[in-house]
């Protein structure tokens, strides 16, 4: 039965990962749009057992989900191996026939749209405008409402682990969701290092102590001191923000007249703030001066 088609109008893919795509689709009943997410997998994501249990104004809201056979399909081998379904596949029919037939299931997350696109577009049409005044304030507001979502997700013992600007969108009040709990897991309460052996988290935005198997919430607070820096200055190419981002200890330096950034991408886990304590901090924090966020010559 094919649900998606059935209850929705597919107006237009809206962005694609690394597991499915992200569709833009209008409820036939209720005539209101959706995003929905399609994911290709076998079980069932801890992605949905995360975003079905959250409600906060700065988490992309959830409405419901489902499991869709996609039928049987035939595949050459070579494109089977390609998408990595090799899991739980009869391995003699695979080395004895040169097409597969295989049974997909879909997960389809239906959320709220975020029409208002990604923190990642906001920051590239605000580092290729003229420098404006307005920024300030409103990078301050974003880092507000950011902290506010992380530290809501903490609060309920979980990590996101993968905030980057990408999966950071606007909703239809303009205010900021936090999408993407494709990565999210559990953090224990007592305060130990969790082991984890997955390589999950994009490189560039990934705490030090990511790569290994020991690290706790304290990689998002990482991940939300180069966001930070990223919303605060104008930093000119892609190519100059990546190696910004891969010399996350030369920033440190750099901006050692914010200390609350510092302090968010200290190396050692231990030393940066929980969330809930940089939401008190920024309060009182007005950043540099006005006009000083221009700062396009910032290199490493
Ligand atoms: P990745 O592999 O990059 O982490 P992903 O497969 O996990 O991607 P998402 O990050 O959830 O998928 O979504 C991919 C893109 O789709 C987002 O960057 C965004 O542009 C768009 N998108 C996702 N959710 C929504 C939404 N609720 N409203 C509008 N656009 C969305
Ligand atoms: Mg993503
Ligand atoms: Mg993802």
């Known amino acids: 039965f094919d649900r998606f088609n059935s209850d929705f109008d597919c107006i237009e893919p809206l962005g694609k990962g690394s597991y499915g795509c992200v569709y833009k689709a209008r409820h036939k009943v209720l005539d209101q749009y959706r995003a929905i997410k399609e994911i290709r997998s076998k079980d069932l994501p801890r992605e949905v057992l995360v975003l079905a249990n959250l409600d906060h104004p700065n988490i992309v809201r959830y409405f419901s989900c489902w499991l869709q056979d996609t039928g049987y399909k035939y595949m050459t081998k070579t494109l089977y191996h390609k998408i990595e379904l090799i899991k739980g596949v009869d391995l003699l029919l695979l080395l004895f026939s040169s097409e597969v037939k295989i049974n997909t299931k879909f997960l389809f997350i239906e959320m709220e749209l975020c029409e208002g696109g990604t923190l990642r577009r906001w920051i590239h049409k605000k580092n290729i405008a003229p420098a404006e005044n307005s920024r300030q304030r409103q990078s301050l507001e974003f880092a507000r409402q950011i902290l506010s979502g992380v530290e809501y997700i903490h609060s309920k013992k979980l990590i996101h682990r993968d905030l980057k600007p990408e999966n950071i969108l606007f909703g239809q009040d303009g205010n900021v969701r936090i ?122």
Request: charged share 30%; proline share 3%.
């Open 179 to 300: 999408g993407d709990f494709g990565l999210a897991t559990q953090d224990n309460d007592d305060g130990e290092l969790v082991e984890r052996t997955e390589d999950s988290g994009t490189r560039s935005y990934m705490a030090p102590e990511q790569v290994g198997v020991n690290y706790d919430r304290k990689v998002d607070v990482f991940a939300l001191g180069l966001i930070f820096f990223e919303l605060f200055w104008r930093i000119g190419t892609g190519h100059e923000r990546i190696k910004v981002c891969k010399t996350t200890c030369t920033i440190g330096e750099r901006v050692n007249d914010v200390h609350i950034i510092k302090t968010m991408l200290s190396t050692k886990p231990e030393a940066r703030p929980e969330a809930s304590a940089l939401k008190t901090e920024l309060k009182r924090w007005t950043g540099t001066p006005e006009g000083n966020t221009d700062q396009g010559n910032l290199t490493v």
